[in-house]
């Protein structure tokens, strides 16, 4: 079988809404006691990485449609805006996944540095992925293993963005993993991450 062929048969629209599936559980899943917990990307604790998320969905709402992002030096304190941080999370999510779902979000070039739409869309499939199994293992819930077909599209994307990304400090060194380790273990490896990290 043409795995080429079977990559191109998923939009990125698909595959975020595969995504988003295991996602919207492990947002409505963080107690409000574990906002202040470490989680296993370094910089952030519970409620940092949720507002980085946050961000990261909305900002990436727009380049579906060719605008310009603002990421800005401050990421805003969405948590702070109100008990009901979780369904305003999900529902951004539900967007991006609208947005990155309509005609002509793929094609083209998008964002300020003129990249392939597709890789762009990309990188908003890597966060609501490897970020929301952060969330999940900072907060004590299961994750498991991501779709076989976000894995393959995060994999082939990684592997492109992972030289620059490593010079910004977006993904940490690469961490080594067992011989007998899955795809997706290997991808979170790939991204600087500990998969047995507790």
Not at 15 to 21: F, K, P
Not at 42 to 67: C, P, S, T
Not at 98 to 113: I, L, N, Q, R
Request: glycine share 10%; hydrophobic share 45%.
């Amino acid at each position: 079988m043409d795995t080429n062929a079977a990559k191109k048969a998923y939009g990125i629209g698909e595959l975020l809404g595969m995504a988003l599936e295991r996602a919207v559980p492990v947002f409505r899943g963080i107690p409000d006691a574990a906002l202040g917990a470490a989680t296993p990307c370094a910089e952030y604790d519970v409620k940092a990485l949720v507002n980085h998320v946050f961000q990261v969905i909305v900002q990436f709402q727009r380049l579906a449609v060719k605008e310009p992002s603002d990421f800005g030096e401050v990421t805003p304190d969405r948590v702070a805006e109100g008990p009901d941080w979780r369904e305003r999370l999900a529902r951004e999510a539900d967007r991006l996944v609208s947005a990155w779902s309509a005609p002509g979000a793929e094609e083209g070039t998008t964002g300020a540095m003129d990249m392939p739409a597709r890789l762009v869309g990309s990188m908003a499939l890597l966060d609501l992925t490897v970020h929301v199994w952060d969330l999940a293992r900072a907060t004590g819930q299961e994750y498991g293993e991501a779709d076989g077909a976000v894995v393959e599209e995060l994999t082939g994307a990684v592997a492109q963005l992972a030289p620059t990304a490593r010079k910004m400090g977006v993904f940490g060194e690469q961490v080594g993993v067992a011989e007998s380790a899955s795809d997706f273990e290997r991808l979170l490896g790939r991204t600087g991450r500990d998969p047995g990290w507790r």
